[in-house]
């Protein structure tokens, strides 16, 4: 497997609007993205992440590995269903009114100390791009804990890191529009 190396939200990488990847893509970057999405799969195994003392995660963006391209890996399960993308130039195409957030928080590798508080985001997304997993361009509705998954790493192309979002005067601001998802 090739080696991953986190960046930490202290790197200026993480602050940095993402350039498009220029399709098709290269073998060394789909090998790149693949190898993001198995580290996100053995990082959730917790003897796994305790031997090789990394953190577990659902989500991994270009910017997190030091690269300024728009890429990201998604591995995780809900509901029963299987999220498994290694998605090259996302565009969110539609958003729902509706907001949400998860309850007990976000977190992000790149972040070392949990910032505590409410991050709004869409509770609906439509989002399309081209899939290294699949090989195939892609379009996905998501809701709830997926959307919330998506639009965390979709913000690192944009150089947005989750605690930016957190209302810095009130982090636990209610929306009584919003729904808190676990």
Do not use: W
């Amino acid at each position: 497997m090739k080696q991953i190396k986190i960046h930490t939200d202290k790197e200026e990488v993480l602050h940095e609007k993402c350039l498009p990847v220029t399709l098709p893509v290269s073998d060394e970057l789909r090998e790149t993205i693949l190898a993001m999405v198995d580290y996100l799969k053995k990082s959730q195994d917790p003897d796994y992440a305790e031997k090789k003392h990394v953190r577990p995660g659902v989500g991994l963006a270009a910017p997190q590995i030091g690269i300024d391209q728009r890429f990201f890996a998604i591995s995780f399960e809900d509901g029963g269903k299987k999220y498994e993308y290694g998605l090259v130039n996302p565009v969110i195409l539609s958003s729902s009114v509706k907001r949400a957030y998860l309850k007990n928080g976000e977190g992000c590798l790149s972040v070392p100390e949990d910032v505590p508080g409410h991050v709004y985001r869409y509770f609906r997304i439509t989002l399309e791009g081209y899939d290294v997993v699949s090989d195939r361009m892609v379009t996905l509705k998501l809701s709830g804990y997926p959307a919330i998954v998506f639009q965390h790493e979709y913000d690192h192309l944009d150089g947005v890191l989750y605690y930016e979002r957190i209302d810095a005067n009130d982090p636990f601001k209610e929306d009584p529009e919003a729904v808190a998802v676990e």
